[in-house]
Nanobody, 121 residues
Framework: QVRLVESGGGLVQAGESLRLSCEVS??????AGWYRQPPGKQRELVAT?????????LDSVKGRFTISRDNAKNTVGVYLQMNSLKPEDTAVYYC???????????????WGQGTQVTVSS
C-alpha cells in the first residue's frame, strides 16, 4: 500500500527558504507532484516531475521552486526546494505520485497528510 509522508514545513519570513521532503513507500511510480492549498482557496498544482526528470511549475513559482526526486532501496524521496518565499506561498503543501497522460498530470488517489508552510511579511 502506497504511503506518502511529508515534512519540512514551517514558519519563515519573506525571502527565506524551505525544503519540503516526501517519503514515498509501497509504490513504484512514473511521476510525482506537489500541490498546495492556500487558506480559503482551491488546491493548485505547484510542480511536477516525470520519470525522465522533466519538471513543470506553476507560473508564480518558476525560478523560485525546484522539484526533485531520488530512489533508495525501498523508498523514494520527492523534494520541493522553495527559495525567495512570499506571503502568497502560504498554504498546506501535499505530495502526490501519479502519471502523465500527454501533458496532463494525474495524481493517484492516495495523498500525504500535508505540511503547513507559513510565510510572514
Amino acid at each position: 500500500q502506497v504511503r506518502l509522508v511529508e515534512s519540512g514545513g514551517g514558519l519563515v519570513q519573506a525571502g527565506e527558504s524551505l525544503r519540503l521532503s516526501c517519503e514515498v513507500s509501497g509504490s513504484i511510480f512514473n511521476a510525482a507532484g506537489w500541490y498546495r492549498q492556500p487558506p480559503g482557496k482551491q488546491r493548485e498544482l505547484v510542480a511536477t516531475i516525470n520519470s525522465g526528470g522533466r519538471t513543470n511549475y506553476l507560473d508564480s513559482v518558476k525560478g523560485r521552486f525546484t522539484i526533485s526526486r531520488d530512489n533508495a532501496k525501498n523508498t523514494v524521496g520527492v523534494y520541493l526546494q522553495m527559495n525567495s518565499l512570499k506571503p502568497e506561498d502560504t498554504a498546506v503543501y501535499y505530495c502526490t505520485v501519479g502519471t502523465f497522460i500527454g501533458a496532463d498530470y494525474y495524481p493517484n488517489a492516495k495523498w500525504g497528510q500535508g505540511t503547513q508552510v507559513t510565510v510572514s511579511s
